[in-house]
């Protein structure tokens, strides 16, 4: 197991150009992860940035939405990024569920659009995983 947070990167089509945006602007602080991408999603993302550790993983309705979901229930995922289309009809509605359920069910930080995406990537939920342990306790003075 690597010392380096893991994030998933996953987008649906009508958002593939807003995640690869954001990737674009922020691949400094993305490039302390190991990122981990559904097929179409991730293949546009390399092309952009090919410096980032990325592994590309099957297109979301042949099973990368499962593949992730399966890093998640393993304990091996610390961040989800999804942007998610609520205008677009999804024939794989169910493992979008079943993915979102997994992180809900896990507590994993999941960002649905660019403003939680942005919001994430700075806090101190990400910056500070694997320093001391995947939920950070919180001090409060007496």
Known sequence: MTDRPVLALVAHDAKKDAMVAFVRRNAEKLSVFRLVATGTTGGRILDACPELNLMQLKSGPLGGDQQIGAMIAEGR??????????????????????????????????????????????????????????????????
């Not at 961040?79 to 079943?98: I, Q, T």
């Not at 910056?127 to 939920?135: D, M």
């Open 77 to 142: 995922l610390d961040g989800l990024f999804f942007f998610a289309d609520p205008l677009s009809p999804m024939p794989h509605d169910v493992d979008v569920k079943a993915l979102m359920r997994l992180a809900l069910v896990y507590d994993i930080p999941m960002a649905l659009n660019l403003s939680t995406a942005e919001i994430l990537l700075r806090s101190a939920r990400l910056t500070g995983l694997r320093t001391t342990s995947a939920t950070p306790e919180i001090s409060v003075p007496r």
